[in-house]
């Protein structure tokens, strides 16, 4: 009796194991039946490093498997895994889509096949991988699914299949990037001159990884406007898509960096002060306002040139929703101005906070109303050639029509036009820098 009381004693003391990080990495780039892709074994290299050296996982790496190997060292892999644990999935290479399940293509894939054998020959995400990880009770999995590329089959098997992948079966604890949306094509690379060792996905993910301490949440949605603007340079429309199905927010140092607290004061403010900027006013006392309380503020340098051009007269409207004085819908609705840096076409942090606050206001009456019309208008300044103006207006609407997505603003709601250097903002000599020029102009009506 004794010696079994102190058996209990002794397993009571006994630490549970630690919390085990393990990733599970794969590239295939040279592929027996299919096109070959250019870095695809490079992005899974750059995860690897990534991961062991930086994050601190224990990393399994497979470059270039048949389905045959990948199924034998991932069933290796699954054994490893304990309750509690971090994963991380990660695959980039060829895929396809039934319109129902997507799929893993491994090297060894058939080119020619019936729908039937091609199931059979590659790796279905959701019941293959997802869910098998699930099983295994990790606290957290990470997937990234860099697979979305043209469809690599001949066309004779297409006909009941899709180009891009589909939302994949996402359960509680997991967060999964795919490098491109539904019916998209992910790029391997931006031309054949490209000189980046990555695809063009990864080059954007990677670096932004490193940021231990940022939410991968916050990453996966600057990742989605980066790569989409990286894209259009090519005129290429591909924008990454995410499932988030943790409970908190997760970063891999273990303590994100904290939140500014309560609302963006800030970005408010200025929504409210560059409203009427559309309309080419704005009001002198609220950008002095808004000077005074954020002395070098994020919108600080556009304030002080409305300021100098003297185009400030007309008061900006206000909105303030209060249960004493219910508003009508159209009262929500909401003009502002994003403005761009220097022959960039991705929105800045601060841009990006504008658009999510003015996105919130719109809510702000609770499910009665919603935004039925967005129309975002793109202008840039007068620095390069007219053409090449107009296609990078294009490439600024779109980051903010994804931006605008982002917040739940429905696609079919917007409408994007591409103005180039054309009806400028501030009048200026051609081949002239201007910030107030490199914008965009959005307009957001809300109704019932």
Excluded at 345 to 360: C, I, R
Excluded at 388 to 401: G, H, Q, T
Aim: net charge negative; hydrophobic share 40%.
């Amino acid at each position: 009796m004794r010696s079994l009381l102190f058996l209990f004693l002794l397993a009571c003391l006994v630490p549970a194991a630690a919390a085990e990080k393990r990733a599970f990495i794969v590239g295939v780039g040279q592929y027996q039946n299919l096109t070959s892709l250019t870095k695809t074994e490079n992005d899974a290299r750059g995860y690897a490093g990534l991961f062991t050296a930086d994050l601190g996982y224990q990393v399994t790496s497979l470059l270039n498997p048949t389905r045959a190997e990948f199924t034998s060292a991932f069933g290796d892999f699954l054994a490893t895994i304990s309750p509690g644990d971090e994963v991380a999935f990660i695959f980039s290479g060829h895929g396809w889509s039934d319109g129902a399940e997507n799929y893993l293509v491994l090297s060894d894939a058939p080119r020619l096949a019936s729908e039937y054998v091609l199931k059979a020959e590659t790796v279905a995400i959701s019941q293959n991988v997802l869910r098998q990880l699930k099983n295994r009770n990790p606290a957290v999995i990470f997937a990234v699914i860099d697979a979305c590329r043209d469809y690599p089959f001949d066309t004779m098997t297409m006909n009941a299949f899709q180009r891009g992948l589909v939302r994949p079966d996402v359960s509680e604890g997991m967060l999964v990037i795919y490098s491109a949306s539904g019916q998209q094509a992910a790029l391997d690379r931006l031309s054949e001159a490209d000189e980046s060792q990555y695809s063009v996905f990864t080059r954007v993910m990677l670096p932004k990884l490193r940021e231990t301490d940022r939410p991968l949440q916050d990453i996966a949605r600057e990742v989605k406007s980066d790569v989409q603007s990286l894209a259009m340079q090519v005129n290429h429309n591909q924008r990454p898509a995410y499932y988030d199905e943790m409970l908190r927010d997760f970063c891999f140092a273990g303590t994100c960096r904290k939140a500014a607290p309560g609302p963006d004061m800030e970005a408010t403010l200025w929504l409210e002060v560059s409203s009427a900027a559309v309309g080419g006013l704005a009001d002198c006392t609220a950008l002095l306002r808004y000077l005074e309380r954020y002395p070098g503020g994020r919108f600080s340098a556009q304030a002080n040139n409305y300021l100098q051009l003297a185009i400030c007269e007309a008061p900006v409207r206000s909105v303030e929703v209060t249960d004493e004085s219910p508003l009508e819908c159209n009262a929500l609705d909401q003009n502002f101005v994003v403005y761009f840096e220097w022959d960039r076409t991705n929105l800045t942090s601060s841009a990006f906070d504008l658009v999510q606050q003015s996105a919130a206001r719109t809510r702000s009456l609770g499910d009665s109303c919603r935004v039925v019309s967005a129309q975002v208008t793109a202008h840039t300044d007068t620095a390069g050639p007219a053409d090449y103006n107009l296609v990078k207006s294009e490439r600024m609407a779109m980051a903010v029509v994804a931006a605008l997505e982002s917040e739940g603003i429905p696609r079919e709601t917007i409408s994007a036009y591409a103005r180039g250097e054309f009806e400028l903002a501030k009048p200026t000599e051609d081949d002239s820098r201007e910030p107030l020029n490199r914008r965009v102009e959005v307009a957001l009506t809300v109704g019932p």
